[in-house]
């Protein structure tokens, strides 16, 4: 049962992201009842906590992450209780805690599979990134307005989601992808198919038209690159890799007129917002201004002594600073924040030398990077499965690489 809901869930999520897309015309802000995709997500969470109580597969570490989630909660009920927030925006917020222990739920249900059971849901994943990542070249290469990461009056830098609602979310998935894709690699070596998915994902992340989505990209083969050559031959490697598709990418930039009306729209934007920041000019371009959200945030936590800090149940929703750490810490308070990144910590972080566990602390830090700095990664609804098999598949092929190199001495 945990393997039917698993790949049902996932066949039909790619379908409900473009009925969201659809629902919404391509609207930023958009009707907030177009949520097919979160219906489609919640529904498959709600699947597996049901089988996996009924058949008594939780084990005392689920039982201690969701007396984790629990706590989160309360603290949000006792905003609303002292009218800290609204009951729209505790429902909102719930929303968010739920999407983001959806993570070890996920990992909890992947776990139960056996490893035929898991190749099969996780080829069906690899299927969906393709369907993503061909989504937002259809999209850039046909110019469908519904697809584009911009639109209407924001409609003022170039870019491409495809199907996913949320141009941020599309480039956590695509960092989620590669990576996914990389770790086969480091495993499995080279393959035909695996190269065809890496370049589609790289082509994505280049017309998503955000400067997440290529450090994202950059970040993962860095972290291949380390695991197999060692950190001094693998900046050498990286140094002559980005050199070469800056190269490229010059070259393409002035014999295809499309993209460089893009590059243009987009050099203008960014240029618009550092005439326009004031100080700290900077920080405020490469950050797309969560410098000053933070500061706003910052000021009104000032008024309340700072307390949220520490007790957790700010009200996020209101004003999302869409940096994962800061914005996670208010909803949990710092002291519980810190136990659920150690329990992050250990999904990707395991014992051995191999391969697979260096592979997997480097991938921590590059999600932990990217997550508090472009944010929408711990608290994506869309990610979380993704996130999860990778934690799934370190887990197991780390385990297996420590007992061959133990069998080797």
């Known amino acids: 049962m945990i393997w039917l809901v698993l790949y049902v869930g996932i066949a039909l999520s790619p379908l409900s992201d473009f009925m969201s897309v659809y629902a919404l ?10 949520r097919y995709s979160l219906f489609v997500r919640g529904a498959m969470v709600v699947g597996l906590l049901a089988v996996m109580l009924f058949s008594g597969r939780v084990r005392l570490s689920n ?31 719930i929303v968010v805690i739920a999407k983001v222990f959806s993570l070890f739920v996920y990992v909890a249900a992947f776990s139960e599979l056996k490893d035929a059971q898991l190749e099969k849901v996780e080829a069906l994943m690899r299927a969906t990134l393709l369907m993503y990542a061909l989504a937002i070249v259809a999209g ?6 519904i697809f584009r990461s ?3 009056d924001t409609q003022i830098r170039a870019g491409y989601k495809g199907i996913i609602y949320a141009q941020n979310e599309a480039s956590a998935l695509l960092l989620s992808g590669l990576a996914l894709v990389y770790l086969h690699i480091v495993r499995n070596g080279w393959s035909a198919s695996r190269i065809g998915l890496i370049v589609a994902l790289f082509v994505a992340a280049f017309l998503l038209g955000t400067k997440g989505a290529l450090i994202a990209g950059f970040g993962v083969i860095a972290a291949y690159s380390f695991v197999r050559y060692g950190v001094v031959k693998a900046t050498v490697r990286l140094v002559v890799v980005i050199v070469l ?4 990418a010059i070259a393409v930039y002035y014999l295809v007129p499309s993209v460089r009306q893009a590059v243009d729209l987009s050099v203008q934007y960014f240029t618009y917002q550092s005439d326009h ?43 999302l600073i869409e940096m994962d750490g800061p914005d996670l810490a208010l ?7 810190c136990w659920y990144l150690r329990d992050v910590f250990g999904l990707y972080a395991r014992r051995g030398d191999g391969d697979i566990s260096h592979y997997g602390r480097y991938f921590f830090i590059l999600l932990m990077t990217i997550a508090c700095s472009a944010g929408h990664v711990l608290t994506s609804a ?17 385990d297996e690489e420590r007992r061959v190199i133990a069998g080797r001495r």
């Open 245 to 248: 598709m800056l190269i490229a």
């Open 63 to 93: 039982w201690r992450i969701c007396l984790l989630a629990m706590v989160v909660v309360n603290m949000s009920f006792a905003s609303l209780a002292f009218n800290a927030m609204s009951n729209g925006e505790f429902l909102e917020q």
């Open 277 to 319: 920041a004031g100080g700290g000019k900077i920080a405020t371009v490469l950050m797309s201004g969560r410098n000053v959200k933070f500061s706003n945030v910052w000021g009104e936590l000032a008024s309340r002594d700072f307390l949220p800090l520490l007790t957790g149940g700010y009200p996020i929703v209101r004003y």
């Open 382 to 398: 869309i990610v979380a499965p993704y996130l999860a098999v990778i934690a799934d598949l370190v887990r197991r092929w780390s």
């Open 25 to 34: 015309k391509g609207q930023v802000g958009g009707d907030i009842g177009a």
């Open 150 to 152: 911009y639109r209407g």
């Open 140 to 145: 850039a290469v046909f110019s469908i307005d």
């Open 331 to 337: 909803v949990m308070g710092i002291p519980v924040f």
